[in-house]
C-alpha cells in the first residue's frame, strides 16, 4: 500500500467507530448492518464510543494496537446493540491478524444461547436455509439505515446447528405459554442469521422487535431486550506461547495474543454495551487452561486451544428465572443457566 492509500485509509478510519455495524463484520452472524429503530441510528451515539473508549481506558497503556483506529482499536468481532456475551480484543498486531486467519477459515467456534417461543422440537438438530440481505440505503448517502433479511431461493447457503436444552413454561401469563430455551452453533456468518433461522422454522426470539413485530409488545412487558447472549468462542491461541502466558481460568484473563471480555446491556435500559473484565463470571477451559493452572509441559510451538465461556448475565438470568421448566431433562438445563455459574455450561458439542 503507497502512502496517499494509507494516508486514506487512516483518515477514514478516524471517522469510523468500530462495532456499530453488524456482528463481526457479517462474519458471524447476528449484527445489525446500520440499524434501523431502537436497534439503529439512536443508539449508536451512546453506546459505541463506550465499547472504544473501555478498550482505550484499560488496555491501550498496555497494548498499542488498542489505539489504532485503521486496526479496530484491537477488536476482532461485533455484537449487535441487543446482544450480550464474550468479545475477544488483540493484545498485538501478531495475535490480530493470528486469529484473522482463523475468522476466515471458519476456524472460531462462536456458539449462543437464545430463549425463543414455543416449544422446538428435540430432534431439530440442523437448519439449511438460503439467507438473502436486504438493505435500504439513506437518500443521497452510502450508509444503511436499516436491513431485513428473509429466507430465499437467492439468498447465501447458511447452516446453523441447534440443540433444544430445555421446554419452558411462564405461569405469569396465566395461560401457560410455552417458550424454549436453545443453545446454537454458527457454521457461516450470515447478517441475522440466528433470529431469521428460528422465525423461519416457526421459533421467533423472545423480544425480537424486528423478526416477531407481531409478539414484541407482550415480550417486552417482562423481557426488556433480545434474548440472544454469545456464551462461548473458541479458538487456537498464537503459537510459540507458554503455559505460564496462558490465561488462568476466566473471562478476563489474557492469553497469549488476546484479551476476552464479556459485554452486557447497559444498565440505564439503553441499547449500548457495557464492558468489563467480568472477573469471575466466566472461565476460560481446554489444554491451555482447563484447570486453570500450567502444567509447564509442551507448550511451545503450536498454539493452545482456548475455549471462553461466559454464563447468562443478570438481566437475562432474571428474565429465565419468570419461567418453569416443564420436564426433569429442562430443569437441569433450567438451573444450570439461571445459576450464573460458568462452571455448569457447557460448549455445543456436549451438549449436542
Not at 462462536?110 to 437448519?127: P, Q, T
Not at 438473502?132 to 443521497?140: G, I, L, P, Y
Amino acid at each position: 500500500v503507497d502512502s496517499k492509500e494509507a494516508a486514506k485509509a487512516a483518515e477514514r478510519s478516524s471517522e469510523v467507530v468500530p462495532l456499530d455495524d453488524d456482528d463481526d463484520g457479517d462474519a458471524d452472524g447476528e449484527g445489525d448492518e446500520g440499524g434501523d429503530g431502537a436497534e439503529g441510528s439512536e443508539a449508536r451515539g451512546s453506546s459505541t464510543p463506550r465499547l472504544q473508549n473501555w478498550i482505550k481506558y484499560k488496555l491501550a497503556s498496555k497494548y498499542p494496537i488498542c489505539l489504532d483506529p485503521i486496526e479496530a482499536f484491537g477488536l476482532l468481532h461485533r455484537l449487535d446493540q441487543q446482544t450480550s456475551g464474550v468479545l475477544i480484543c488483540a493484545k498485538s498486531y501478531v495475535g490480530a491478524y493470528w486469529l484473522r486467519l482463523q475468522w476466515c477459515s471458519y476456524l472460531v467456534d462462536k456458539e449462543y444461547i437464545c430463549l425463543v417461543h414455543g416449544w422446538v422440537r428435540r430432534d431439530l438438530r440442523e437448519i439449511h436455509k438460503r439467507i438473502r440481505v436486504d438493505k435500504k440505503k439513506a437518500a443521497n448517502s452510502r450508509r444503511t439505515v436499516s436491513t431485513i433479511c428473509s429466507v430465499g431461493p437467492n439468498g447465501k447457503p447458511s447452516f446453523t446447528e441447534v440443540c433444544t436444552l430445555a421446554h419452558l413454561s411462564r405461569p405469569a401469563s396465566g395461560q401457560g405459554e410455552r417458550y424454549s430455551l436453545v443453545a446454537l452453533k454458527l457454521h457461516t456468518g450470515r447478517t441475522h442469521q440466528i433470529r431469521v433461522h428460528m422465525e423461519s422454522v416457526g421459533h421467533p426470539l423472545v423480544t425480537d422487535i424486528k423478526y416477531a413485530a407481531h409478539l414484541h409488545g407482550q415480550d417486552v412487558s417482562w423481557c426488556p431486550r433480545n434474548f440472544l447472549h454469545t456464551y462461548h468462542v473458541g479458538f487456537e491461541d498464537v503459537p510459540l506461547a507458554t503455559d505460564n502466558q496462558v490465561g488462568h481460568g476466566r473471562v478476563g484473563a489474557e492469553v497469549h495474543g488476546v484479551v476476552g471480555m464479556s459485554a452486557s446491556i447497559a444498565s440505564d435500559g439503553g441499547a449500548g454495551h457495557t464492558l468489563k473484565d467480568a472477573a469471575g463470571c466466566g472461565r476460560a477451559v481446554g489444554d491451555a487452561c482447563g484447570d486453570g493452572s500450567a502444567d509447564g509441559e509442551g507448550a511451545e510451538g503450536a498454539g493452545r486451544p482456548v475455549d471462553i465461556l461466559c454464563p447468562l448475565p443478570a438481566d437475562l438470568r432474571q428474565v429465565l428465572a419468570e419461567l418453569r421448566p416443564v420436564d426433569e431433562r429442562s430443569r437441569a438445563h433450567f438451573e444450570a443457566w439461571t445459576s450464573g455459574d460458568s462452571d455448569r455450561i457447557r460448549v455445543f458439542e456436549d451438549y449436542a
